[in-house]
């Protein structure tokens, strides 16, 4: 099966640091990657969409700057989270698409559980 | 945008059956997913449906009415491992560069009691 990986998943920084979060799919390609964020109890929020080679595109209300989001390969998408601060502080989820694909499921990396002292 | 209602607890019994009910308004519909999440854990595929009618796997089942705007998941013969959190999601028509995203439901939590 399809496998995305996600790292790291815990991290626990300073207010006003910035912390990247990588997304991998495995054995597959992902020309689109899903990035979410989860608070506890609560639904999956999509917050962008990464496309290899071009810019991605933000849910409405999601600050481009704050969330900086790069998908430099087909395999290979990155969150960096800019000048952290505690209301960041919540579970980041990828999942990638895989290229060619049309059964309507996305695979999910395990997460990243993201704490801002 | 898209809107999808889902009731948010569902409590049964070992061996019973639960139907999870899932309604939708949305700009832009191309099927309807089912994902199951445990407590810290990451959501897992369960069954999609882009088409009226029953997709059946194993004890998980699900239908669609995309005229009703509405869906659910079945799940038989209950088991103490099926206590998750789950959720229904439209997928978006696969155009542009924002295409085939996924919008989740807000999740119907489901506690198996022995």
């Known amino acids: 099966g399809a496998v995305v990986s996600q790292h790291p998943s815990w991290v626990i920084c300073k207010s006003g640091t910035s912390v990247k979060i990588e997304c991998r799919s495995l054995?597959?390609?992902?020309?689109?990657m899903f990035w979410y964020r989860q608070f506890p109890k609560q639904s999956l929020m999509l917050m962008a969409t990464?496309?290899?080679?071009?810019?991605?595109?933000?849910e409405q209300g999601v600050e481009k700057d704050k969330f900086l989001i790069n998908h430099a390969s087909l395999t290979l998408s990155t969150l960096t989270v800019t000048s952290a601060h505690p209301e960041d502080s919540s579970f980041y989820i990828c999942?990638?698409?895989?290229?060619?694909?049309?059964?309507?499921?996305?695979?999910f990396g395990e997460g990243s559980r993201l704490t801002v002292l | 945008g898209q809107s999808l209602e889902q009731p948010s607890e569902v409590t049964a019994v070992e061996g019973a059956i639960v139907q999870i009910n899932c309604t939708y308004q949305?700009?832009?519909?191309?099927?309807l997913s089912w994902y199951q999440q445990h407590d810290g854990g990451a959501p897992t595929f369960l069954s999609y449906?882009?088409?009226?009618g029953l997709e059946e796997t194993g004890r998980f089942s699900s239908f669609l009415s995309r005229s009703d705007s509405y869906g659910y998941l079945l799940l038989q013969e209950l088991q103490m491992k099926d206590s998750a959190s789950y959720f229904c999601?439209?997928?978006?028509?696969?155009?542009?560069?924002?295409?085939?995203?996924?919008?989740f439901g807000g999740g119907t939590r489901v506690l198996v009691k022995p």
């Open positions: 999942s990638a698409l895989p290229s060619g694909r049309n059964t309507g499921e996305l695979f």
């Open positions: 054995d597959f390609q992902a020309t689109t």
């Open positions: 990464s496309n290899e080679g071009s810019k991605a595109t933000y």
């Open positions: 949305t700009s832009g519909f191309y099927g």
């Open positions: 449906n882009a088409l009226d």
């Open positions: 999601a439209v997928r978006s028509p696969p155009v542009k560069a924002a295409g085939n995203k996924l919008t």
